[in-house]
């Protein structure tokens, strides 16, 4: 069992108001401001249902998209399957652990997107992770991902959040409590996932619970430096400015070092 597990299903449901355009449009800006003149190849870590990978491919990018969950590649495959055979050849999705996959290949950008990072809950897990992005990158290539945010999460405290979704059969509620373990830098966001189908009134639940991590930009140069990855920029996600109290979201830019 992955965190995504029965959770997965619904992913796309869930965040049909996720502007997956407006957000490649905005990595892409990074890219081009950060990355060497003729970046072509990415690795997506973390690439879930594949969404951002496709936007990007659609660019001109080639993609490669790993995710943990075998449901959320199969899904990304499943959009996969109806692109353009030219589009097709630029993207493909496998499963694998961000912490440990090791593709034989480098790439000029590696991107870990809709907090990817903060699921690397233990020291241990994000060092893992960044050696991952390393060793993937070709010289001069970059690292862009984003995080929980630390002074936001522990001004603005996580507060339970219901969401609801509609598809042409079925009504879809989803509860999300969060319990903080502020000792660990962490909150665990307990799911409550409600489904009823339109046709016949019957309803299917499912709970599960996705522990996150925090982040403080000190903390985030520490594993930085032990990974010999320099931190280039941090900035509030989908803007230009500095992180503030209210920036719960955080991207990195980053590049590895040469030696």
Same mark, same amino acid.
């Given at each position: 069992?992955?965190?995504f597990?029965?959770?997965?299903a619904y992913?796309?449901?869930m965040?049909t108001?996720?502007?997956?355009?407006?957000e490649a449009?905005?990595v892409?800006?990074?890219i081009?401001?950060?990355a060497?003149?003729g970046?072509?190849s990415?690795?997506?870590?973390?690439?879930?249902?594949?969404r951002?990978?496709?936007e990007?491919?659609?660019?001109?990018?080639?993609?490669?998209?790993i995710?943990v969950?075998?449901t959320?590649?199969a899904l990304?495959d499943?959009?996969?399957s109806?692109?353009?055979?030219?589009?097709?050849?630029?993207v493909?999705?496998?499963v694998?652990?961000?912490r440990?996959?090791?593709?034989?290949?480098?790439?000029?950008?590696v991107l870990?997107?809709f907090?990817?990072?903060s699921y690397?809950?233990t020291?241990?897990d994000?060092?893992? @992770?960044?050696?991952?992005a390393r060793l993937? #990158?070709?010289? %001069?290539g970059?690292? =862009?991902f984003?995080f929980?945010?630390?002074?936001?999460v522990?001004s603005?405290?996580p507060?339970v959040?219901i969401k609801?979704?509609?598809?042409?059969?079925k009504?879809?509620?989803?509860i999300?409590?969060p319990?903080p373990?502020?000792e660990d830098k962490?909150?665990?966001?307990k799911y409550?996932?409600?489904?009823?189908?339109?046709?016949?009134?019957?309803?299917?639940?499912?709970?599960e619970?996705?522990?996150?991590? @925090?982040f403080?930009?000190?903390?985030l140069q #520490?594993?930085? %430096?032990?990974?010999r =990855?320099?931190i280039?920029?941090?900035?509030?996600?989908?803007k230009?400015s500095d992180p503030?109290?209210?920036s719960?979201?955080v991207c990195?830019?980053a590049?590895?070092?040469?030696?």
């Amino acid at each position: 069992m992955t965190v995504f597990d029965r959770y997965a299903a619904y992913y796309d449901e869930m965040y049909t108001d996720k502007d997956y355009t407006a957000e490649a449009w905005y990595v892409e800006t990074l890219i081009r401001a950060h990355a060497q003149p003729g970046t072509a190849s990415i690795l997506d870590l973390g690439s879930g249902t594949g969404r951002h990978a496709i936007e990007l491919a659609s660019r001109g990018y080639s993609v490669r998209g790993i995710d943990v969950s075998d449901t959320m590649v199969a899904l990304a495959d499943s959009r996969k399957s109806i692109l353009s055979d030219d589009l097709k050849g630029n993207v493909g999705f496998s499963v694998g652990d961000v912490r440990s996959i090791r593709l034989g290949v480098q790439f000029d950008v590696v991107l870990a997107l809709f907090h990817v990072a903060s699921y690397q809950t233990t020291d241990d897990d994000f060092r893992a @992770f960044l050696e991952t992005a390393r060793l993937h #990158l070709r010289p %001069g290539g970059i690292l =862009i991902f984003d995080f929980w945010y630390g002074p936001a999460v522990l001004s603005q405290r996580p507060e339970v959040r219901i969401k609801r979704a509609e598809t042409e059969n079925k009504w879809v509620v989803r509860i999300a409590e969060p319990v903080p373990q502020f000792e660990d830098k962490c909150v665990v966001v307990k799911y409550e996932i409600i489904d009823c189908l339109k046709k016949t009134g019957v309803a299917t639940r499912i709970n599960e619970e996705h522990k996150m991590r @925090f982040f403080s930009l000190p903390e985030l140069q #520490l594993f930085a %430096g032990m990974a010999r =990855i320099d931190i280039l920029s941090t900035r509030e996600w989908m803007k230009a400015s500095d992180p503030t109290g209210d920036s719960w979201s955080v991207c990195v830019i980053a590049r590895a070092k040469s030696s």
